[in-house]
């Protein structure tokens, strides 16, 4: 839409990523017209195909949360003032981000309402009244929403003022019970997001400084982009009894003792179409894995005027085929535009497989497909073509998940010395694994130093020996930190 | 949740539908656990049950929004105060209601902000930018989003500050294919009703005075409640050229003249939900469409002590084998609840069909079936069950849809005579179609008189016979038209 390329040259370039990331990833959101900026500043208008992908991430992780034991619900947009207040350190995190509504048409309301930034507090507020007995928990509960912070410099679906995510939110019986669930819903993601999105992620605990405002612990799953830079892909907290004692969320336990309850929360948001993009395209733009693509295979029929509309039939008789086998899939008719123009334009929209048919191949039963992550193309017998395209699928997928997973080993690091850490950290490249005192001087002083941020402990491989020492203070290590530049 | 009912009594009391139709809704939507109040005033809590009804029928309703060409995308939730202003009509209509954002943090804004009450103004400001030329168009665009209608009288579902709903908004060519369209969008909202929610409508065209601010015409689906009164179920604009005027909406036609283009709006919102309890509800409380029902059959296996264990396996092992069939199915393992409780429970909630397994069942390789419409009961054998539980589930469904029908017909009323007229409108409980003059001063003066209101115009049978005389004032009619109490 509003494409003016109408001629035969494909007028769609891009930067080039190896030379200008950030421009490239900008350029292919608006060239793949995924989103574009609105007139609302810092807000974004997410078009039909960036909604794609968002509707099928939606769809496919709003499964997996079910089968977990969540129901969806739904709690209002905006959050009274005194609410907000009542867990403090939540109201700091929030407060300079908050739009405040005031007016109603010409009337000023009598207490100021803050559209949400998330829903610890309306949703607090809620459960305090839903929950009375042990019986009434665990209480699951999962909410689809638009939520709103208000920020200085955006960068679409990376960092805008409103976008679309996510919330978990559940209540639990015993504190065991509740980190349980914090660790089980960043498993979720993690899987997730591997199987689906083809990233992989890895599971960490974020330090006091970079933890969600009024949780006890927030755990993290970050995913290595294309450039080296780190992104936070989501979160699970652990509220402990914050929130709970802030909204006054008790039961009457077994033993008849009315009791606080413990809780967690977690979310997703819209920043995953970004690090979708900049995990896994390339120079000729987006790469969508499969399993998340709004269109799986395009097909290209090669229009000559005499045998137009005999190819054109032959197309869509194939894309129906191909739609029996549960392919998503798209036939481009666009007469007005040449084949060399649809290659360019599908493979910038990361399109995994193209299928191209002409009279020529009509004639030998046969059409030419071309897989987006290698560009390898083959001839393919247009007998069976349906379960070819489905091998091939899958192939893109692992494909894109082995590639990504490679990418990241070869760019992570263990580091002792911090030296070697700084030129890391400058190449901003690298994730470092390097000894941490658990400190957050050490950790602030090494962000002034490098602009490199603890991205997490990880679960796995978090440990500190007895030997280790903090990369900068030299004090004996507690644990094991990832280091790196992050969005 | 939250439910304090632990004994052996069901206690979930509902007023009587005949003798109190708005006391039961609110009890039904309340003690049904489909929504609550919240602690925003106006808005509501959409509560887990509630929310599946909804999530069905947005996904099925979806799914013909996209079948029809549509694509879905997300628009800003705020609308700069001048935007807003564009189009004279539309700001008139909505500024009243609507919130405005005056700060953020504690920074004030250069411009005021809305938040949305529709769409119009956003989109048609966005579509500006991407349609260029005719072959941009049609361009067909939906929406699923929370607005906000600041409301003093508020009623759970029907009319809340803040509800969800979808907005599709298109652009064409030429007014005769926007037309087209937007009777096109009225058709698949009225056999989604009827297919899926098994409520019957009528289509018909909105007086002056009731249509959309904005709007050249403003068509609906009119459903009748179960006390006979109206409800506006969707509605489906034609906007003609007034917001592609506001928003210099143009494209370059194929003869090189610059145009604006014609669009249409439409929307249907969780209002249904109520359009659905009052639809199909009876005494004993909810009843929901299978298709549409978040569960359709709940198991309730009878638990004795020595065998509970037993009787819970079977009931499981039958549940996988329904839901291998495609049935959503629910066991209730509750072993604090005795199941007299359970049956009261699941009948208030509408659960289509209610299977009961105890040991003695077991022994008799059967168990007992009724169905939430009828009440009927009967011993089925667990042989071949699922496929008796699916038929039933399309019985129920049509059942309802029957039903429903045969109400409507039974309580809608051919009348000439403004005396007859008066009678059957003060009680309330019918749908009267009377000749009239098509002027806003008698529908103005009918209102005040009966608070009937023109429900629509209906695209079958408005048409007015020449002899035809307006029902209160007696000149010429110009059309018949549907007469009725409304929601």
């Known amino acids: 839409m509003g494409k003016k390329n109408k001629g035969k040259g494909f007028e769609g ?38 909604y794609g992908i968002w509707e099928n991430i939606q769809q496919s992780l709003d499964k997996r949360i079910k089968a977990t034991g969540h129901l969806n619900a739904y709690f209002p947009l905006f959050v009274p003032e005194s609410f907000l207040k009542k867990e403090a350190e939540h109201v700091e995190g929030f407060a300079p981000e908050v739009p405040w509504v005031t007016h109603v048409g010409e009337e000023p309301l009598d207490e100021r309402l803050a559209i949400r930034p998330t ?21 699951l509960i999962n909410q689809w929403a638009n939520v709103v912070r208000w920020e200085k410099r955006t960068r679409l679906f990376l960092r805008t003022s409103e976008f679309l995510w996510q ?17 089980k819903m960043l498993g979720v993601y993690h899987d997730f997001m591997r199987d689906e999105m083809a990233i992989p992620t890895i599971r960490g605990i974020k330090s006091e400084r970079e933890k969600f405002a009024g949780a006890v612990d927030t755990y993290t799953v970050e995913a290595m982009m294309g450039d080296g830079w780190a992104l936070q892909a989501g979160t699970s907290h652990f509220l402990g ?45 987006l790469r969508v894995p499969p399993r ?20 054109l039939e032959v197309a869509n008789k194939m894309a129906d085929d191909l739609r029996a086998s549960d392919i998503r899939v ?38 030419m497909v071309a897989r987006r992550d290698t560009g390898e193309k083959e001839a393919l017998s247009l007998d069976g073509l349906a379960a070819k395209i489905t091998e091939m699928l899958d192939a893109v997928q692992a494909g894109l998940l082995a590639e990504a997973e490679a990418f990241r080993e070869a760019n992570t690091r263990e580091v002792r010395d911090f030296e070697e ?28 130093l490098t602009k490199a941020t603890i991205r997490c402990i990880p ?21 094991i930190a990832i280091f790196a530049r992050a969005y």
Chains 1, 2 share one sequence.
Request: aromatic share 8%.
């Open 421 to 448: 850490f700084k030129v890391l950290i400058a190449e901003g490249k690298t994730f470092v694994r390097a000894p941490w005192d658990g400190t957050t001087e050490t950790e602030d002083e090494i962000k002034a």
């Open 330 to 367: 798209k036939v481009d008719d666009r007469d007005w535009l040449n084949p060399g123009f649809k290659f360019h334009d599908w493979e910038l929209r990361g399109v995994p497989v193209r299928i191209e048919i002409g009279p020529r191949d009509i004639e030998a039963n046969q059409c």
């Open 13 to 50: 370039g891009i930067a080039s990523r190896a030379e200008d990331f950030s421009r490239w990833y900008i350029d292919v959101v608006k060239k793949a017209d995924l989103a574009d900026h609105s007139d609302v500043k810092g807000c974004m208008v997410i078009k039909p195909y960036g």
């Open 241 to 285: 009894q914050n929130f709970a004692r802030a909204f006054e969320i008790k039961f009457l336990d077994e033993d008849n003792e009315h009791k606080f309850v413990h809780q967690t929360s977690w979310g997703v948001s819209t920043r995953l179409v970004g690090a979708l993009i900049m995990s896994h395209g390339d120079e000729k733009g």
């Open 119 to 139: 829903s610890e507090a309306i949703i607090g507020a809620t459960f305090a009244r839903w929950i009375q007995s042990y019986r009434d928990l665990p209480l």
């Open 167 to 183: 919330e978990g939110h559940t209540c639990h019986r015993t504190e065991a019970e509740a980190r349980e669930e914090t660790i």
């Open 459 to 479: 679960l796995e491989g978090g440990e500190a020996d007895r030997a280790d020492r903090d990369i900068l203070s030299g004090a004996p290590a507690k644990h």
């Open 292 to 311: 998340i693509a709004p269109i799986q295979a395009v097909i290209i029929p090669i229009l000559r005027k005499d045998s137009a509309a005999a190819t």
